[in-house]
């Protein structure tokens, strides 16, 4: 049976977990054997069974929600023929509900945010926001299923879309390529490391993400302001949500730099695996200082890398993270208006700079609960055993469409 999958990010257009997600999860399933036809919006990728859809050229001078349809009603209209369709990301779900009607296939979803909880987007995208969240609350409230990517993940679809059957909802986790990710303490990689304007024997706090609210940036450069003076900070973060927090993460790293004497280096382009891997290989700690994160992927590469992890206790971080054993967890009490604004910022801020300046002064403790890390990722984060559970769950959910469609 042929599955198509969809979705805004695919490589080499990846900016974000969700299209790693995907990318990771499309090799895995292919070597199962899986029928899969990637659907993806941009330009065509020479890649076997994989199709891009630009976006329309009537709708150049449209609102970014608009043109996100534009693209989901070329992609259903090319889902015939498929057994199942499976979107990735609201961009993707209006095609997958729409291929689901007009071809009477299954469509399933995987779960990597909600709109309900990033209400910052009205920030980025004005009205379109609305557009985007009505997307989500239709395809979810028709999808034949969703697979969550962790059980916090899932705790929230329900929470957001309470009459969903919690039968549709099921969990599978992200995984993580640990043949890919692994440790590079090599020359070479130092090398990487120097090139940066950094030392790699000495100690680093070391943070990937973009720069949007969920990811907190903010709050992580104030509490660094706490951090022992010889540490380095290195800030692997672009791709703004707007031009508002852009200026007040540049602000807030101005000021730190004024106050600190190890460097604070901040690169704003997205690095080839390598050049992270060589990072994330010499940081005594990696930070995840998320007020809104489902699972984290980001936190399994590190790990994976045998990085000990610093992060916020909240969404699916506390299913990765194992607190005491692979890093530290940052308790946080937050305000429930979907926002994942802490009640008392600047206790959170003094909490995640207590865990970090924990880490880094004994870097012994750090580098076992590194190593412990990369045994944790490797045994419960494999892509090969998360393929096979997605691919099992296709054969189910298909079965129980056609049973269901049938009576």
């Not at 449209?62 to 693209?71: E, I, S, W, Y």
């Not at 979810?140 to 899932?154: K, L, P």
């Not at 329900?158 to 599978?172: G, H, S, T």
């Amino acid at each position: 049976m042929r599955v198509d999958v969809l979705t805004k990010e695919y490589p080499p257009n990846i900016y974000g977990g969700a299209g790693v997600h995907v990318a990771e999860l499309v090799r895995a399933l292919r070597g199962l054997g899986q029928d899969v036809a990637v659907r993806a919006f941009g330009e065509p990728v020479d890649e076997p069974g994989t199709f891009g859809y630009p976006d329309l050229p009537e709708l150049a001078d449209a609102n970014a929600a608009l043109r996100t349809l534009g693209v989901d009603l070329q992609i259903a209209q090319d889902c015939e023929g498929a057994a199942l369709v499976h979107s990735h990301t609201w961009y993707a779900n209006m095609a997958g509900h729409l291929a689901s009607l007009l071809h009477g296939v299954p469509h399933v979803i995987s779960a990597h945010s909600l709109e309900p909880l990033r209400p910052w987007k009205a920030e980025q995208l004005g009205g379109g926001y609305q557009v985007s969240s009505f997307v989500e609350r239709t395809a979810y409230e028709h999808a034949a299923a969703i697979i969550a990517v962790s059980d916090g993940m899932r705790k929230d679809v329900l929470r957001c879309y309470p009459q969903l059957d919690p039968a549709k909802v099921r969990v599978i986790h992200n995984g993580i390529d640990s043949t890919m990710w692994q440790r590079d303490g090599s020359d070479a990689g130092k090398e990487i490391v120097r090139s940066h304007g950094l030392d790699p024997d000495a100690p680093s706090v070391v943070f990937v993400g973009r720069i949007t609210r969920q990811k907190g940036m903010p709050y992580l450069l104030r509490a660094c302001r706490e951090l022992p003076d010889e540490v380095q900070l290195v800030l692997c973060a672009g791709a703004p949500d707007t031009p508002e927090i852009l200026e007040e993460v540049k602000g807030l790293v101005d000021e730190l730099r004024t106050v600190r004497s190890a460097p604070v280096v901040w690169i704003d382009e997205m690095l080839p695996r390598t050049e992270v891997i060589a990072l994330l290989s010499a940081a005594t700690v990696f930070v995840c200082p998320s007020v809104y994160e489902p699972l984290g992927i980001v936190n399994l590469e590190a790990m994976a890398c045998e990085a000990a992890v610093v992060a916020t206790a909240t969404g699916g971080i506390p299913e990765v993270v194992a607190d005491g054993e692979t890093g530290w967890l940052v308790p946080i009490e937050q305000v429930d208006d979907g926002t994942g604004t802490p009640v008392d910022p600047d206790k959170f801020v003094a909490d995640l700079a207590a865990a970090l300046t924990e880490a880094v002064s004994d870097p012994q403790e750090a580098r076992r609960r590194g190593q412990a890390g990369r045994a944790r990722a490797v045994e419960k984060f494999g892509w090969d055993a998360i393929a096979a559970k997605t691919q099992q769950a296709y054969r189910e959910i298909v079965e129980q469409f056609g049973a269901t469609s049938a009576g």
